[in-house]
């Protein structure tokens, strides 16, 4: 399984940037997806997840501005980022859990966000 991330790069504070990751190659089920983001100096954090079941999880310092979604058909994840602010420049990396009954963790390369004051 490879992942593929896109949609990264700089935006003042205030604005919008979508991420997407897709996955492809010998995929027979896909369980978790989701986002997470590492700021330097600090731990990989969870920004947000979606099971299959399309229930979401989010991060506290996000909720209420970012969104995440999937596309079972097409093996995508996606985080719509809102409000953005400089606090979120970071890495963000997707992740996502497949297989079945095992289930394995795939990580995406990641992408860089930056938020300008």
């Known amino acids: 399984v490879q992942l593929q991330a896109s949609g990264g790069g700089l935006v003042q504070a205030g604005g919008s940037l979508r991420l997407s990751c897709e996955a492809s190659g010998r995929i027979f089920r896909i369980n978790d997806m989701g986002w997470y983001r590492q700021a330097p100096g600090k731990q990989r954090e969870l920004v947000a997840s979606?099971?299959?079941?399309?229930?979401?999880n989010y991060a506290d310092s996000v909720k209420d501005r970012f969104t995440v979604s999937r596309d079972n058909v097409k093996n995508t994840v996606y985080l719509q980022m809102n409000s953005l602010k400089p606090d979120d420049t970071a890495v963000y990396y997707c992740?996502?859990?497949?297989?079945?009954?095992?289930?394995?963790?795939?990580w995406g390369q990641g992408t860089l966000v930056t938020v300008s004051s």
């Open positions: 992740k996502v859990s497949a297989g079945w009954p095992m289930s394995q963790d795939y």
């Open positions: 979606i099971p299959r079941d399309g229930s979401t």
